[in-house]
Nanobody
């Protein structure tokens, strides 16, 4: 069982930065692939980024490449999402997710979800 708690969301102006954190419970944290999804009002959940259990492999949605960076600290059971050059279209609720095995862009493959944190980017 893994519980995920996100933090770090908020209101930021376009061009600004935010760093999201996701604290995970459970002794097997390092066994899980971790990721981030987001959902804007009226839209489907969208893959943002993923990182494998060791942190040696990361994956990004095309629109986030070069702006977002996912990382993890297995000693602290925490995964991060550094978001730079934010745009109004990045406004969404951001969810931390976990799954056994390799990360995937498919939301249905993730067993564990956090409650989400709101990110709002003003123009």
């Amino acid at each position: 069982q893994v519980q995920l708690v996100e933090s770090g969301g908020g209101l930021v102006q376009a061009g600004g930065s935010l760093r999201l954190s996701c604290a995970a419970s459970g002794r097997t944290f390092r066994s899980y692939g971790m990721g981030w999804f987001r959902q804007a009002p009226g839209k489907e959940r969208e893959f943002v980024a993923g990182i494998n259990w060791s942190g040696g492999s990361t994956h990004y949605a095309d629109s986030m490449k070069g702006r977002f960076t996912v990382s993890r600290d297995n000693a602290k059971n925490t995964v991060f999402l550094q978001m730079n050059s934010l745009k109004p279209e990045d406004t969404a609720v951001y969810y931390c997710v976990a799954k056994v095995g390799v990360v995937s862009p498919n939301p249905w493959e993730y067993m564990y979800w956090g409650q989400g944190t709101q990110v709002t980017v003003s123009s």
